[in-house]
């Protein structure tokens, strides 16, 4: 017993394993030398700013050659390997998320300007240089987004339906070539498709807030119609023929099993498309218009929206320029914060929806 009790820990080296401090302070000593690289260059010549960007790129390439060569000598080449492949996952995620930081605090630190009371009750109308809100654009966005939403989503969810539990042959083929199709065009050609149909229908240069919508329905029609196939085809099998051997009927398989079993996945898929249409800003300009007043009625005349708020208080700039920028700025923090309330809104629903598989 004493012997067991006085006996020492192995050394982590020497079991062939790198400390679990090792990339910890492998992150320290390469940012640690290369700030001082780059201090010792630039008060050699100190011409602009400290390159802090350049010296954190250059302190990351010195910890994956440092971490890979220490993992090489004392945990051998496939755990050297792991370590590299893990380096670059991670310093991919760190790359992707820079400019997703950026784009948010500039936003943030540019919008709070105006990020006020009159900004969320006051429109456009009749005001010149400072002053104003964005009501009208906010109140715009709604009903387009919302009413682009009651027209896709039955037909997206239907169209799902009909290729995953219906569809065979050539007609099946047809419709997920159109739809892959579909998934791609540029958004200005549904604003001049939904321009287009209400110039045959009702004349030319007619700007409606309907013709928004139906312009932003072509493009979620799609996102819903493959997000929800894909929901469709994960649920089991099993699940529908143990309904069909009770004598259940397919449509009330459908509606009874396979759409409760997948409903989480269809509303994240809902919500991602909403949220995807929500910031589009060239089919509006084309189909719904621009106006500075309230508008309430998606058949009466154009319609604003928060896109197209933010463009033309960025392009049509007055006197006094900072008024029309703080507008402009507090328009995009409005729009990332509804993104923002609808991803969470997703996510709550995927958890109220989801079925319960505990007793």
Same mark, same amino acid.
């Given at each position: 017993m004493t012997a067991l009790a006085t006996k020492q820990a192995p050394n982590a080296l020497a079991a062939g394993k790198l400390p679990r401090w090792a990339p910890w302070v492998g992150i320290g000593i390469a940012l640690a030398v290369s700030f001082a690289l780059f201090t010792v260059m630039f008060l050699a010549n100190p011409t602009g700013d400290f390159p802090v960007a350049g010296a954190v790129i250059v302190g990351a390439l010195l910890y994956v050659i440092g971490i890979v060569t220490m993992s090489a000598l004392v945990e051998?080449?496939?755990?050297?390997?792991?370590?590299?492949?893990?380096?670059?996952?991670?310093?991919?995620?760190?790359?992707?998320?820079?400019?997703?930081?950026?784009?948010?605090?500039?936003?943030?630190?540019?919008?709070?300007?105006?990020?006020?009371?009159?900004?969320?009750?006051?429109?456009m109308r009749n005001v010149q240089g400072e002053g104003g809100g964005a009501l009208h654009a906010i109140i715009?966005?709604?009903?387009?987004?919302?009413?682009a939403a009651v027209i896709s989503?039955?037909? /997206?969810? #239907?169209? *799902?339906?009909? +290729?995953?539990? !219906?569809?065979?042959g050539a007609l099946a083929r047809?419709?997920? %070539?159109?739809?892959?199709?579909?998934?791609?065009?540029?958004?200005?050609?549904?604003?001049?498709?939904?321009?287009?149909?209400?110039?045959?229908?009702?004349?030319?240069?007619?700007?409606?807030?309907?013709?928004?919508?139906?312009?932003?329905?072509?493009?979620?029609?799609?996102?819903?119609?493959?997000?929800s196939e894909e929901m469709l085809r994960i649920v089991p099998n099993e699940l529908r023929e143990a309904s069909y051997a009770l004598g259940v009927p397919k449509w009330l398989t459908i509606v009874k099993v396979v759409?409760?079993?997948?409903?989480?996945?269809?509303?994240?898929?809902?919500?991602?498309?909403?949220?995807?249409?929500?910031?589009?800003?060239?089919?509006?300009?084309?189909?719904?218009?621009?106006?500075?007043?309230?508008?309430?009625?998606?058949?009466? /005349?154009? #319609?604003? *929206?928060?896109? +197209?708020?933010? !463009?033309?208080?960025?392009?049509?700039?007055?006197?006094?320029? %900072?008024?029309?920028?703080?507008?402009?700025?507090?328009?995009?923090?409005?729009?990332?914060?509804i993104v923002m309330v609808l991803n969470v809104l997703a996510r709550v629903f995927s958890r109220i929806f989801a079925p319960k598989l505990g007793r």
């Open positions: 051998g080449r496939r755990k050297a390997v792991d370590r590299f492949v893990t380096s670059l996952v991670i310093g991919a995620f760190l790359i992707a998320m820079v400019p997703l930081i950026s784009v948010t605090i500039t936003v943030v630190a540019n919008g709070v300007n105006r990020f006020d009371l009159d900004f969320f009750t006051t429109s715009g966005t709604v009903f387009i987004t919302l009413t989503i039955p037909i /997206g969810l #239907m169209t *799902s339906i009909y +290729l995953v539990e !219906y569809g065979k047809g419709i997920t %070539f159109f739809v892959d199709v579909m998934t791609g065009i540029p958004s200005i050609v549904a604003g001049l498709f939904a321009y287009a149909l209400f110039a045959i229908l009702l004349g030319p240069g007619t700007k409606l807030g309907i013709a928004g919508a139906i312009a932003l329905s072509v493009l979620m029609i799609p996102v819903v119609v493959r997000s759409l409760p079993t997948s409903i989480a996945g269809i509303m994240t898929g809902v919500m991602i498309a909403i949220a995807r249409v929500i910031g589009e800003t060239a089919p509006l300009l084309v189909a719904a218009g621009f106006t500075a007043s309230m508008n309430y009625n998606l058949f009466s /005349g154009p #319609m604003n *929206s928060l896109p +197209l708020f933010v !463009y033309t208080q960025y392009v049509q700039q007055g006197n006094p320029l %900072f008024a029309y920028i703080d507008r402009a700025w507090a328009g995009a923090l409005t729009l990332i914060l």
